[in-house]
């Protein structure tokens, strides 16, 4: 190691500091040099983290509402069995996430990984479909959401007017109770695919040739090769992509607001774990139920990601 | 599937291209690649365009269904937009939360990034990345109850902050996989010839990782740019960014969908401009990690 020798670095030769003390702190720092590049960016995040999850724990066994600042009394579990026992709007949120998530991902897990295949060998005009592709990646969520509005509104929105066309009766689509998640649901594949596609695409182009070749000479087909071969050595990016699109999936926000406003629409028929408890917190301000119900939604996450984990390790073996 | 792949069959004879094989496609197979990449580009661009068109409409034009594609383009929603609804103020308000809180990060995150790579600290990188799983709203009521304390709330600091919370992990994450794919043997010839090892670091490490320093820089200013609810909580009147502002056209009663559709097309087309210079970055910084296995 060099920590002893003199650093070369024109600092040491500033004029009016003793030479020793310079050196000494030169070799310090780099002594120390893991936590003193470390220590900053985790403070930092820690700070904001574990203070905030750690009040939210804390409200979550009080009965806080109304301002934060109010009196509030310690009521132990309450919170959690009030909420657990909410068949009203807890559990249809607990739905509504679990179902917006696993079909806008399994869209996307099947589209991305078609057009990842459509665009793996080279061809003429490869540019311009890649830019393509950023676009929606892109774009900022909620002039999305105020876009597929529009282009989805009942009486002047583009989609009926095409449906008309095809003589197919003009649909509700977000207005409508029971279609407006399956509309939210189309907007985030619409935005979403294009980043399985990348992820899928890096992992394509990484792939070794043997494999395949082999099962070529040995007589395979194509699909047999891509069920066979190439699918299960693309296992482990297919289960990246799933758990870097299934965290933000699941916490989906910006869209949802944009489209339905405040508590997920009048019958709050897109209203997920995350809005609910940002309609608790902010409009509502009780902040005992929501944290309660932020600490379900967190170990909802945390144990959806660790079963991916696992998941992956076994793939990977 | 089978159309998909069928491609391979003729390819084993042709000498290997440097990371993909030349395309020997059958006709059949050519014909349906176009036509599903076509209907792919098409899918993807033609809401945006949707976007961009209804921009140029007046109110009437919007509601009348005949004038889909043929109307007389005006400029007057983007005037309205710029001019009456302040939106010269949001976007550079947008502008310098991304940006500070972009560069800030960056001070902090590619260090972080380096030593969590080299001294393989997977738990302290846990931690970090830890902020990209938390819901964002169990992090806003505490921080809102703490800054309006501190008569914060409504100003740039708190929003930079709160923004610095999103940008962070992103660039510790990118920039960990591009420090853990980078040689070692450099910097340890470095040390050999006499630099310390942060001299080292300062010297030869980050002038070889521009490149992935501008991709974690790129993927940060546009998630922060796009970042919606910090901004709903945290910003005051003043401080409005645009996804917030957006919110303006929208009102119990009607929707000016002309104005609405002008605003949704001034905040994504600065960020559709970098992404279209910037593409290869953003595509190597989204799929940072992927396949590392």
Redesign the interface.
């Known amino acids: 190691m060099s920590v002893l020798t003199p650093p070369r670095s024109t600092h040491s030769r500033r004029a009016g500091r003793p030479p020793g003390a310079r050196e000494n702190f030169s070799a310090w720092a780099n002594r120390h040099r893991k936590w003193l590049f470390a220590a900053p960016a985790m403070v930092f995040v820690g700070v904001l983290i574990v203070f905030p999850l750690a009040w939210t724990l804390y409200l979550s066994l009080t009965d806080s509402q109304g301002s934060v600042r109010a009196a509030s009394e310690f009521v132990g579990l309450q919170n959690y069995l009030t909420v657990l026992s909410d068949a009203e709007r807890f559990w249809p949120a607990v739905g509504r996430t679990l179902s917006f998530t696993g079909v806008a991902l399994a869209c996307e897990v099947v589209l991305g990984m078609g057009i990842a295949l459509l665009l793996w060998r080279p061809f003429r005009g490869e540019k311009w479909v890649r830019v393509a592709i950023l676009m929606p990646l892109v774009a900022t969520p909620v002039a999305v959401g105020m876009m597929w509005r529009l282009i989805f509104d009942p009486n002047i929105g583009f989609v009926n007017q095409l449906l008309g066309m095809v003589g197919i009766p003009a649909q509700p689509w977000l207005s409508g109770q029971d279609t407006a998640l399956g509309t939210t649901i189309f907007m985030d594949v619409w935005q979403w695919t294009p980043m399985v596609v990348l992820i899928l695409l890096a992992g394509l182009t990484s792939l070794s040739e043997e494999p395949d070749e082999a099962a070529r000479m040995d007589g395979a087909n194509a699909v047999q090769r891509f069920f066979y071969i190439t699918l299960p050595l693309m296992m482990p990016t297919v289960i990246v992509a799933i758990l870097l699109r299934g965290i933000d999936a699941l916490k989906t926000f910006d869209i949802l607001y944009a489209t339905k406003g405040k508590g997920g629409g009048s019958f709050h028929e897109v209203e997920t774990l995350n809005v609910y408890a940002y309609g608790l917190s902010f409009d509502y301000n009780q902040y005992g139920l929501s944290s309660a119900v932020l600490i379900l939604f967190f170990m909802i996450i945390v144990g959806s990601m660790w079963l991916l984990t696992m998941r992956k390790k076994a793939v990977s073996k | 599937?089978?159309?998909?792949?069928?491609?391979?069959?003729a390819a084993?004879a042709t000498p290997?291209?440097p990371?993909?094989?030349?395309?020997l496609?059958t006709r059949a197979y050519k014909v349906f690649?176009v036509a599903?990449?076509a209907a792919?580009?098409l899918?993807?661009?033609a809401?945006?365009f949707?976007?961009f068109l209804?921009s140029l409409k007046t109110n009437v034009d919007?509601?009348d269904?005949g004038k889909?594609f043929l109307f007389t383009p005006t400029w007057e929603n983007y005037a309205n937009v710029l001019q009456r609804n302040n939106y010269l103020v949001f976007i550079f308000n947008s502008f310098w939360v991304a940006f500070v809180a972009t560069a800030l990060s960056l001070v902090?995150?590619v260090?972080?990034a380096?030593?969590?790579s080299?001294?393989t600290?997977h738990r302290?990188a846990l931690?970090?990345l830890?902020?990209?799983?938390?819901?964002?709203?169990?992090?806003?009521?505490?921080?809102y109850?703490v800054f309006s304390n501190l008569k914060m709330v409504g100003g740039f600091e708190v929003l930079i902050?709160s923004h610095?919370?999103v940008s962070?992990?992103l660039i510790?994450y990118i920039m960990m996989s591009y420090f853990d794919s980078m040689p070692l043997e450099l910097e340890e010839s470095a040390?050999?010839d006499?630099?310390?090892?942060?001299?080292a670091?300062q010297r030869i490490t980050l002038p070889l990782s521009v490149a992935g320093i501008a991709t974690a820089g790129i993927l940060s200013f546009?998630f922060s740019?796009?970042n919606?609810?910090f901004a709903?909580?945290l910003s005051g009147s003043k401080t409005k960014t645009?996804?917030v502002a957006?919110f303006d056209f929208?009102s119990y009663a009607s929707i000016d969908?002309g104005g609405?559709?002008a605003?949704?097309?001034v905040?994504?087309i600065p960020?559709?401009i970098?992404?279209?210079f910037t593409?290869k970055y953003?595509?190597s910084g989204?799929?940072a990690?992927?396949?590392k296995?």
């Open positions: 599937m089978t159309v998909l792949t069928q491609t391979k069959t084993a290997p291209a990371r993909r094989r030349k395309p496609a690649r599903a990449l792919v580009v899918f993807l661009v809401p945006l949707w976007m209804a919007i509601y269904t889909s902090l995150g260090p972080a380096y030593a969590m080299r001294f600290m302290s931690v970090v830890m902020a990209r799983v938390i819901p964002g709203v169990s992090l806003l009521v505490p921080w109850y902050l610095m919370f962070l992990p510790v040390q050999v006499g630099l310390t090892p942060i001299g670091f546009i740019w796009n919606f609810m709903l909580v645009l996804p957006i929208v969908w609405l559709m605003a949704a097309t905040v994504t960020i559709m970098i992404a279209l593409q953003i595509v989204m799929t990690g992927a396949t296995g």
